[in-house]
T-cell receptor, first 112, second 114 residues
Framework: GNSVTQMEGPVTLSEEAFLTINCTYT??????LFWYVQYPGEGLQLLLK?????DKGSNKGFEATYRKETTSFHLEKGSVQVSDSAVYFC???????????FGTGTRLTIIP | NAGVTQTPKFQVLKTGQSMTLQCAQD?????MSWYRQDPGMGLRLIHY???????DQGEVPNGYNVSRSTTEDFPLRLLSAAPSQTSVYFC?????????????FGSGTRLTVV
């Protein structure tokens, strides 16, 4: 069945390190792909999105590319900051346009 | 400020009690939904609504009721609280047909059932 698999955390990095959080999915069609971020004590916010193959979503220095061949949407950032500490959720629209399926979330902590 | 407002922020219930979690949005969004967030399980959809008077079940609807009498409000009712319903609950909304613009989430209600 349709599902999403997200890299488990927690992930701890030093400031200015390179970040990758893996996300893969299984789907019968071609879903839209999203990354959401949850800062401490807050609700989720849309970080970036890609709606078709080879699209690259980007925001706040984060990037993710829609890879149809590998059904993946890995989140990357070249140089992380302490303010990037949060929980990140991969969320493809696996069941049509009405619903998102959220991954289990990856807690990221950046240390100075 | 425009957005999704959830009340209360924190609540402790005894097993068997009932309560309503409130959710209101002022963006005229047609689509509203309720999620619960549990450690290691991400967010799971409880119920959703595509417009006033229309609701449907999500992934984990048992033990919860919803109604949508107005576009603005989408309350979630716990009929008889159980410890398994201890969780953080999020309400989210978006305009119909614009999943690509993302959801707006409330700041959550942390519920503890003892």
């Amino acid at each position: 069945g349709n599902s999403v698999t997200q890299m488990e955390g927690p992930v701890t990095l030093s400031e200015e390190a390179f970040l990758t959080i893996n996300c893969t999915y299984t789907a019968t069609g071609y879903p839209s792909l999203f990354w959401y971020v949850q800062y401490p004590g807050e609700g989720l916010q849309l970080l970036l999105k890609a709606t078709k193959a080879d699209d690259k979503g980007s925001n706040k220095g984060f990037e993710a590319t829609y890879r149809k061949e590998t059904t993946s949407f890995h989140l990357e950032k070249g140089s992380v900051q302490v303010s990037d500490s949060a929980v990140y959720f991969c969320a493809p629209s696996l069941f049509g346009n009405e619903k998102l399926t959220f991954g289990t979330g990856t807690r990221l902590t950046i240390i100075p | 400020n425009a957005g999704v407002t959830q009340t209360p922020k924190f609540q402790v219930l005894k097993t068997g009690q009932s309560m309503t979690l409130q959710c209101a949005q002022d963006m005229n969004h047609e689509y509203m939904s309720w999620y619960r967030q549990d450690p290691g399980m991400g967010l799971r959809l409880i119920h959703y609504s595509v417009g006033a008077g229309i609701t449907d079940q999500g992934e984990v609807p048992n033990g919860y009721n919803v109604s949508r009498s107005t576009t603005e409000d989408f309350p979630l009712r716990l009929l008889s609280a159980a410890p398994s319903q201890t969780s953080v609950y999020f309400c989210a909304s978006r305009a119909q047909g614009t999943i690509n613009y993302g959801y707006t989430f409330g700041s959550g209600t942390r519920l503890t059932v003892v």
